[in-house]
Each structure stands twice: as structure tokens, then as C-alpha cells.
């Protein structure tokens, strides 16, 4: 009897290592290659509809960490699974999009330097991202570029460079970015950073438009009143288009600043864009552009003050004369009269 447990106790003791590695995963998973498992997390990267459909598969086990934190995966992350919004915005949402960027995922490159830029004040490591992404023909990047060129933002008033604003506003153009082809449109009209052309620069605000048309027309069940629109684009450039959903990058400097008292903080007085899908603030006093009209509001490029005139502007304008009328009235104690809004 002694003998037979004294084996029975051998026979268990030999069985431990067999039930010890089924517990660390001796199953189908922990047979698959790592170079298969990288090409389905590439896969799912890809096709990521919020940042947690990635970190959910990342916090799992200790091997989808490892390979899921590899460039190849990093670099295929979609634009969805890069949007961290402002309100969670900590530091291990910056090493995120820094591990996104280094492994050349231009996105991130973007979105983490337009961050950089406008929203934590890192100029130089700002622009360095975002000419990264441009490098690599990245549309917003270079169209972004090109406003900071336009502006001189970041330095003074005259460090700004109109030809060059205008070369990155004519690749952007090229590529089809559509807020790039209308300041180009603008620029051209006008003579500015270029030499002024009336006719081609009517061309490209017409393709701007029929850009927009183009667009509405695909996502509305009804065409006859966007048909309309489209038959007096000839005569009508400030035509009312549904409003597109800003960028990403875009959307968190909105939520970021709004979260602030819509103020740059470390610049209190400085202005935001009017128009309420930019979100770029200004780096320096009177740096965006003012409304010819009312004075009030101001717009970081020809394109934003199109589409906020579109949107809400062009209900709110009211023109310094209206101003000073108003103000005379409200003296005299009379009610205003004439005027428009």
C-alpha cells in the first residue's frame, strides 16, 4: 500500500510540469507565429474605430502588448484609433502618438504636431512633425503649413512667407484638399504671395464650390435644391453648402481651448479662429485677419472666413457704421432705425 501511493505521489508529481504549461497557454494562440498575429493586429489597427478598439487588444496579454506596440502595427493605425480627445488628453496619450509618429504613421505625425504647436506652445518640435507628414505629400499638413507660412506663426509680422505659403497652398490644391484650393483661388484674385491672375483664380473658386456641391450631392436624398445652388455657382461664390466635419487634430484644439475659457492660457487676450471648426489660436496680438466689416471677428485663413460667412456669419455681421448708429441711438434715448444686419 505504501508502495502504490509512494507511485501514485510520482505519477501526480510527473503530471504537474503538463497541467503548469497548459496554464501558460500551450493552446492554438500561443501556436500561431508572431508574424501572423502581427499581420491581424496591422489588420485591426487599420480598421480601428476609436482609440480603445487598439489599447483594449493591448492591455489583454503580455505577448499583444509586446506585438501590438510594434511599428508595423503602429504605422497602420487608422485616423479613428488616433482620436484622443482634449478632455483625456495625459502623458501616456503623448507617448501614444509619439510611438504612433516614430514608427511613420503620418497622422500622427499631424495630429501630434499640430498639438505641439498650438496647444502645448512646442513650435519647433511642432513643425517638425507636420513637415514630416507634408514631406510624404500628408494634404492637411501641408495646407496647415501653409496657413502658419501665410501668418507667421510662432514669430513676428515679418517673417511671413507668402511664396512659400503659396507653393504648399498649391501642392495641398493639387492633392485636392479643398480649403487649399480656395485660398489658392483667393490668392491668385487678389495678388497676394503671387502674381495676380483674376481669371484663374475664378476657376479655382469655382472648383472649390462644385467640390463642396459634389459632395452634398452624394450624401442627399434630394438633389433639386442643391441642383439649384449648382446653376447659380457661376454667379454666386458664397453659395450654402452642409458644413463638413472638421479634422481631428482640429477638433481637439477646439475642445482643448474650450475647456480653457476659449483663451490661449499662457497668452490670456490673444483670439481663437471665428470660425468654430479650427480651433488655431493666435501666437502673437492681431495675427489672423479681422472681418472687413464688423472688426469683430477674426480668421486664420481666407477658407475659415468662407465657410463661417456660410454657416453663421453672415446672420451676425453687423458693420461698424451699424455699431456706431446703435451707439448714437442708445445716447439719444431713440430707437435705431435703417441699417442691416
Known amino acids: 500500500m505504501k508502495r502504490r501511493l509512494a507511485e501514485e505521489e510520482g505519477d501526480l508529481g510527473r503530471k504537474r510540469p503538463q497541467v503548469a504549461a497548459a496554464e501558460e497557454g500551450s493552446g492554438f494562440f500561443s501556436s500561431l507565429s508572431d508574424d501572423l498575429v502581427v499581420a491581424i493586429l496591422c489588420r485591426l489597427s487599420a480598421s480601428a474605430a476609436r482609440p480603445s478598439d487598439l489599447l483594449g487588444v493591448l492591455i489583454a496579454c503580455k505577448r499583444l502588448n509586446r506585438l501590438g506596440l510594434y511599428p508595423l502595427v ?11 480627445r482634449a478632455v483625456k488628453w495625459s502623458a501616456s496619450a503623448h507617448r501614444y502618438l509619439k510611438r504612433c509618429a516614430d514608427a511613420g504613421n ?20 511642432g513643425l517638425s512633425l507636420m513637415a514630416r507628414a507634408a514631406i510624404c505629400n500628408h494634404m492637411e499638413a501641408l495646407y496647415s503649413l501653409a496657413v502658419i507660412h501665410f501668418n ?23 492633392l485636392g484638399h479643398e480649403d487649399a484650393i480656395r485660398d489658392l483661388g483667393h490668392c491668385l ?14 476657376r479655382f473658386l469655382l472648383l ?18 442643391h441642383c439649384r445652388r449648382l446653376c447659380s455657382l457661376s454667379r454666386d461664390f458664397w453659395c450654402s453648402t452642409l458644413a463638413r466635419a472638421p479634422h481631428l487634430a482640429n477638433q481637439f484644439m477646439v ?25 488655431r489660436p493666435e501666437t502673437r496680438r492681431l495675427e489672423f485677419r479681422r ?8 480668421y486664420c485663413s481666407r477658407a475659415c472666413q468662407v465657410l463661417h460667412w456660410k454657416l453663421a456669419h453672415k446672420a451676425e455681421c453687423l458693420p461698424i457704421e451699424r ?19
Not at 514669430?155 to 501642392?171: F, M, P, Q, T, Y
Not at 484674385?189 to 475664378?202: I, L, M, T
Not at 475642445?255 to 481663437?272: D, I, M, Q, T
Request: charged share 15%; glycine share 14%; with cysteine.
Open 291 to 298: 472681418c472687413s466689416a464688423c472688426g469683430v471677428a477674426s
Open 208 to 225: 472649390a464650390n462644385a467640390r463642396e456641391l459634389a459632395v452634398v450631392l452624394s450624401t442627399s436624398s434630394s438633389s433639386l435644391p
Open 255 to 279: 475642445e482643448w481651448f474650450a475647456a480653457r475659457g476659449g483663451v490661449v492660457v499662457e497668452n490670456e487676450g490673444f483670439s481663437l479662429c471665428s470660425y468654430g471648426g479650427c480651433g
Open 189 to 202: 484674385q487678389d495678388g497676394y504671395g503671387v502674381p495676380p491672375n483674376a481669371a484663374k483664380g475664378c
Open 106 to 125: 503620418l497622422e500622427a505625425c499631424y495630429i501630434l504636431g499640430m498639438i505641439r504647436f498650438y496647444c502645448l506652445g512646442h513650435r519647433r518640435s
Open 74 to 84: 503602429l504605422s497602420n493605425a487608422s485616423v479613428e484609433s488616433l482620436a484622443i
Open 323 to 341: 455699431w456706431l448708429d446703435l451707439a448714437a441711438a442708445a445716447t439719444d434715448g431713440a430707437p435705431a432705425h435703417g441699417g442691416y444686419l
Open 152 to 174: 507667421g506663426s510662432g514669430r513676428s509680422n515679418r517673417h511671413k512667407d507668402l511664396s512659400a505659403g503659396v507653393a504648399l497652398c498649391a501642392r495641398a490644391a493639387y
